[in-house]
C-alpha cells in the first residue's frame, strides 16, 4: 500500500535546499493544512464561491472577495449589497473593506447605488493611492471603474422601511438587526491570508452612520505573519476596542483564534456593563496553521467553515 503525502510549497523548497547544501531542513513549526475560508453567519453558499476560487489556484485575496460578492447580490438577505434594509430615510447605503496578505487594504464608506462594495473596495486598494473612498467620491470612482449603477432599495426592503415608519422606533435586535455584515477570512494554498468585510449597515441607522466594518483594525485586520480577524455586530462598540486588530495582536502574543476572540468580546462587555445585555457582537479569527474561533456575547452567532473536510456552519460559542 503506497500513500501520497501532499506538501506545501515552502517545505518543498526547503527539501530541494536540504539535498542541495547536504544539510538536513528546518521543521516547520507551522503544519499547512489546505486552503479554508470561514465567514460570519450562516453563509454556506458564500463559503461555497470562496472555496471554489482557493480549489481552482486562486489567491486568498480572491475568495474572500468572491464569497463576499454572492452574499451582496442576495437580494433576499436585506443585509449586505442590493435589497439591504436602509437608512431612516430610505437610503441603502454600503461599507465595506478588504486586506490582503501583502498588508494592503483597501475601503469604501457610505456608497450609494452599486452592488459590490467589496470589489469597489479592492479597486480602491489596487488602483488608488488611498485606502477609503467615501460617499459620492467612492461612487463616482466605481463607476469610473465601470461598476453599473443601480436601485439597491428592492420592494421587501422599501416595504419593510415603510412600515417601520409608522412607529420609528428604532432598537436593534439582537441576532436579527446586528445580523448586518459578512466577514470572511481566507488561507490559500501558498498559505497567504485575506480577508473582506461588506454591509448595508445597521437597518434605519441615522443617515451618515459608519459602523465598524469598512475600518481596518475594526472590523477587519489581517497580518500575513500571524493571522486575521473580522467582526459582526454592534459595529460602535466594536470600534471603540479596535477589536479585530486586538485578536491578531493577542495572536501574535500566543494565543489560541478561539483565545483571541474570547479575550475581545469579554472587553467590550467589561467596557459597556449592564449596556451589553442589549447589543451583540461577534468575532471570527484565523491564524498561520489553519486554525480558526469565534465568539460573541449572546447566543445565536455562528461561523461557516469550507475547508477539505466540507463546508460545515458552526454555532459559536458566547459569553452569555
Known amino acids: 500500500m503506497t500513500f501520497s503525502i501532499p506538501f506545501h510549497p515552502r517545505l518543498i523548497v526547503l527539501s530541494l535546499l536540504s539535498t542541495l547544501l547536504g544539510c538536513q531542513p528546518k521543521v516547520e513549526e507551522v503544519a499547512f493544512k489546505g486552503p479554508i475560508v470561514i465567514g460570519t453567519w450562516n453563509v454556506p453558499e458564500a463559503t461555497t464561491e470562496a472555496y471554489k476560487a482557493l480549489s481552482s489556484g486562486g489567491t486568498a485575496i480572491d475568495a474572500v472577495e468572491a464569497g463576499c460578492r454572492l452574499e451582496e447580490a442576495n437580494e433576499k438577505g436585506q443585509s449586505i449589497g442590493k435589497g439591504g434594509l436602509p437608512d431612516r430615510d430610505g437610503e441603502v447605503t454600503l461599507d465595506a473593506c478588504i486586506m490582503d496578505s501583502h498588508g494592503n487594504s483597501g475601503a ?146 500566543g494565543k489560541s483564534p478561539q483565545e483571541a476572540c474570547e479575550i475581545a468580546v469579554q472587553r467590550i462587555v467589561d467596557r459597556a456593563g449592564d449596556k451589553a445585555k442589549d447589543f451583540q457582537v461577534g468575532f471570527i479569527a484565523l491564524n498561520k496553521k489553519g486554525e480558526y474561533g469565534s465568539y460573541s456575547i449572546h447566543k445565536g452567532f455562528s461561523i461557516t467553515k469550507h475547508d477539505t473536510s466540507g463546508n460545515e456552519n458552526i454555532p459559536s460559542p458566547s459569553y452569555n
Not at 453599473?148 to 412600515?163: G, M, Q, Y
Not at 485586520?221 to 493577542?250: C, M, P, W
Open 108 to 253: 469604501v464608506v457610505y456608497l450609494k447605488g452599486i452592488v459590490h462594495a467589496v470589489s469597489v473596495a479592492r479597486k480602491v486598494m489596487e488602483e488608488t493611492p488611498h485606502v477609503m473612498l467615501a460617499g459620492e467620491g467612492a461612487k463616482r470612482f466605481a463607476i469610473e471603474q465601470g461598476f453599473p449603477v443601480e436601485n439597491l432599495l428592492t420592494e421587501k426592503s422599501k416595504a419593510d422601511w415603510e412600515k417601520w415608519k409608522e412607529t420609528s422606533l428604532y432598537k436593534p435586535i439582537i441576532n436579527i438587526e446586528n445580523h448586518d455584515t459578512i466577514g470572511m477570512l481566507a488561507m490559500d494554498e501558498n498559505g497567504d491570508l485575506s480577508g473582506a468585510c461588506t454591509t448595508s449597515g445597521l437597518a434605519y441607522k441615522m443617515a451618515g452612520r459608519i459602523g465598524d466594518s469598512p475600518i481596518i483594525g475594526a472590523g477587519l485586520y489581517v497580518d500575513n505573519k500571524v493571522g486575521a480577524a473580522t467582526a459582526t455586530g454592534l459595529g460602535e462598540e466594536i470600534v471603540k476596542n479596535v477589536g479585530s486588530f486586538l485578536i491578531v495582536e493577542l495572536m501574535r502574543q
